[in-house]
Nanobody, 119 residues
């Protein structure tokens, strides 16, 4: 049985930092992994992704502030979020998929972790 579990969300002030973690278990092989987010009243959007070979990609709004990384050879991924803004407030979801095409809703999803940026 595949499980994807996120952790590390919380409340942070604008300009602060958070680090999200995600572990995907029950998967055979090394998968591409990504982070997505969904703010209230908005559609889920792609945030950052990392291939099985550690090639990274980001949405433009986080490119200079967020950093995605993974444990070498494992289906474990991290999202370091710096200089957080109120508009980063959302539920953040982790995804694991066989290919590094991060468009669409394929793959395995976690339950999400809430990130709230507010003073």
């Amino acid at each position: 049985q595949v499980r994807v579990v996120e952790s590390g969300g919380g409340l942070v002030q604008p300009g602060g930092a958070l680090r999200l973690s995600c572990v995907a278990s029950g998967i055979f092989g090394i998968y591409a992994m990504g982070w997505y987010r969904q703010a209230p009243g908005k559609q889920r959007e792609f945030v950052a992704g990392i291939s099985a070979f550690s090639t990274t990609t980001y949405t433009n709004s986080v490119k200079d502030r967020f950093s995605i990384s993974r444990d070498n050879g494992k289906n474990t991924v991290f999202l370091q979020m710096n200089s957080l803004k109120p508009e980063d407030t959302a539920v953040y979801y982790c995804n694991a998929r066989p290919s590094s095409d991060f468009s669409g809703g394929s793959g395995y999803w976690g339950q999400g972790t809430q990130v709230t940026v507010s003073s």
